[in-house]
């Protein structure tokens, strides 16, 4: 029962870990350009969810905005923001490495005429 | 203004790469002054900062006056300081080098290429100032993204090779960022001065394995450590000459040197040696490295491909010395980071300037080619003397203590590593110089004249390469008081 209890307590992490496990598979055994991007997206997504994670709590916290009434922080009352802010920086990074992975397959497009990985390495041995 | 030197190593080079794309639609051939202009103050600044650190120790910045847990703190110490002048001596070399090969290589486009050029050095120099482990993490991002932008620009293949560094480049970041993120739940910090005082007490927790074996992962890919160098022949021998010479001497370094940083700062040498067997792991891997570095290397037939496969090995001698735990080898690694980006950027800059002015890549067309560039050639002479660790030259002096480091250590079998791999380089520069010094036609007699044959490169790309060969040679005079003034002080303590 603990073992059962152990998983859909934490459900979240392991959500974390099949959608990363999903993005990696893609990236790795995709042979199809377009579906490497997809997987890389999935990848950084379930890196998303993780961090959002650690900083949620469970029963009634809220955002860390202290009320006129309040008078001492109790943390357990409050998200901690922090690892959302930083998953803010990391989506524009994300977003960035997207942009560029899209340039790339625009530029490889043009000039193979093709996505498909065994295509693009058919006529030379070395890439 | 020195006291925000820190800050503005960043800023000045971020915000001239903007500046540039104006500058660019005004007048275009502005960027190439602006671009070296920008990296030489860049690199003054970094003196500044070297100086600073050695008369005063360790410098705090506080960015926007944040104290450090919460805001985030730039902290300069030694190593920091060595590397933020590699880093910036080299864009300034590289940016000088870059304007006649970049206009025969990507003409019509120099305005973007230094732009994004100068963000790649801002991305480098980030890394080497900042002491928050988030913080790192953009700036990883911020060079590779530059870094993958300017592969692609190469030949042919580019797109391709920097496509797949994008794919093995993110897994490696999102690596680095899952450390940070297991880090983060059990110490609640980001802060490397705070990680490293909180994380002792925590040295049996499963989570910070986790978070270390992430973080390790994660810069190998980044730093091209052997098994996981795949991207790098490939993304390093299509890039523009300027590129790969820039990429090469200085990108692999910054991941070493965030290795260094995780193991030894924030992680402490107790745990990531002992409690960890990380020491036995990264020798044989770096033992690896270097025998299959220079293996492959000898297989190649395309200069700069030769040297992309010299560089993973070099890597494994940077690894080798910075996990043998003693501070001889430590004193070599950090010594070799040094001399490498040095010979690292020589041998790249002499492939771009053969290309150049022969439009050739392959090792075979370096025939005969003493008469028309001799200077050139005896560049490539030097880098070659270093790189197989002949005695008067910067390679012999941090190959020495990586050797007596792995001895000190009672590894033999590791020592024999570096012994082969030198052996190795050796054969492979002799085949090199045999086909520069001794084969093709004598002197071909042409229709000009008599001694028309000599045909170097211009000044602007000249004058950089035989900086780096003179380099080499002064790094390898001054070796000892490099390591007296400035690397006796990177050693970890616990050493």
Redesign the interface.
């Given at each position: 029962m603990t073992n059962m209890e152990f998983i859909i307590g934490k459900y979240n992490y392991w959500i974390y870990i099949v959608l990363m496990m999903i993005g990696f598979y893609a990236m790795i055994a995709k042979r199809n350009l377009v579906k490497k991007i997809v997987g890389m997206n999935i990848f950084q997504t379930a890196i998303i969810l993780f961090f959002v994670s650690i900083g949620s709590k469970k029963g009634g916290a809220t955002i860390p905005i202290i009320r006129a009434g309040d008078e001492a922080v109790n943390a357990a009352q409050y998200i901690n923001p922090l690892p959302h802010v930083l998953m803010l920086t990391a989506i524009v990074v994300m977003v960035s490495t997207f942009g560029v992975a899209m340039a790339l397959i625009l530029m490889i497009y043009r000039k193979y005429r093709t996505l498909e990985e065994d295509e693009i390495l058919k006529p030379g041995a070395e890439t | 203004m020195t006291e925000h030197a820190p800050v503005l190593i960043i800023v000045i080079p971020l915000m001239a790469a903007c500046l540039n794309i104006l500058l660019g639609l005004w007048k275009k051939e502005l960027s190439y002054p602006w671009a070296v202009l920008v990296t030489a103050v860049v690199f003054g600044l970094s003196l500044l900062l070297m100086q600073t650190v050695l008369s005063g120790g360790t410098v705090h910045y506080r960015l926007g006056g944040w104290a450090p847990p919460w805001g985030i703190e730039y902290v300069i110490d030694h190593l920091n300081a060595f590397l933020a002048v590699i880093v910036s001596f080299i864009g300034c070399i590289v940016a000088v080098y870059s304007r006649r090969s970049i206009e025969k290589e990507l003409p019509g486009k120099q305005v973007y290429f230094y732009s994004i050029y100068l963000l790649l050095i801002t991305g480098l120099l980030g890394i080497t100032v900042t002491g928050d482990v988030?913080n790192i993490?953009?700036f990883l991002?911020i060079s590779s993204?530059a870094g993958?932008?300017l592969i692609?620009v190469g030949d042919?293949?580019a797109?391709?090779?920097?496509?797949?560094y994008?794919?093995m480049g993110?897994?490696g970041?999102?690596f680095y960022?899952?450390g940070?993120?297991y880090l983060?739940?059990v110490t609640g910090t980001l802060n490397m001065g705070d990680l490293s005082r909180i994380l002792p007490g925590l040295s049996h927790s499963r989570v910070v394995y986790t978070a270390f074996a992430f973080f390790m992962v994660g810069t190998a890919i980044k730093m091209a450590f052997f098994p996981l160098h795949i991207w790098l022949p490939?993304a390093y021998t299509h890039a523009p000459s300027a590129v790969s010479a820039i990429a090469a001497s200085t990108m692999t370094k910054v991941g070493a040197y965030v290795m260094i940083r995780i193991m030894y700062t924030v992680f402490k040498p107790a745990f990531s040696l002992e409690v960890i067997p990380m020491s036995a792991i990264l020798g044989w891997a770096s033992a690896a490295a270097m025998i299959a570095g220079s293996v492959l290397a000898l297989g190649q037939k395309d200069l700069k491909?030769m040297f992309s496969f010299m560089l993973v090995a070099e890597v494994g001698y940077i690894v080798m010395g910075v996990s043998r735990g003693n501070s001889t080898a430590f004193t070599g690694a950090v010594l070799h980071i040094l001399n490498d980006a040095f010979m690292m950027a020589c041998l790249f800059l002499v492939a771009g300037a053969v290309r150049y002015r022969k439009n050739a890549r392959n090792i075979t067309d370096l025939a005969g080619l003493h008469q028309e560039m001799p200077l050139t050639m005896l560049a490539l002479f030097a880098a070659a003397l270093s790189m197989v660790g002949v005695p008067p030259t910067a390679g012999f002096f941090s190959k020495w203590y990586l050797i007596l480091g792995t001895i000190k250590a009672g590894e033999w079998i590791f020592a024999a590593a570096f012994l082969l791999s030198s052996l190795l380089n050796a054969v492979m520069f002799y085949r090199v110089l045999e086909t520069v010094y001794y084969t093709g036609e004598p002197t071909p007699k042409r229709q000009g004249g008599s001694s028309a044959a000599v045909n170097e490169v211009p000044l602007t790309m000249l004058g950089p390469i035989l900086v780096m060969a003179v380099g080499v040679l002064v790094l390898g005079l001054f070796s000892g008081r490099i390591i007296d003034t400035v690397i006796r002080f990177t050693v970890p303590e616990g050493f």
């Open positions: - | 988030f993490y953009v991002e993204l993958y932008a692609a042919d293949r797109p391709m090779a920097s496509f797949n994008v794919i993110t897994i970041a999102c960022l899952l940070v993120g983060y739940m490939a491909r």
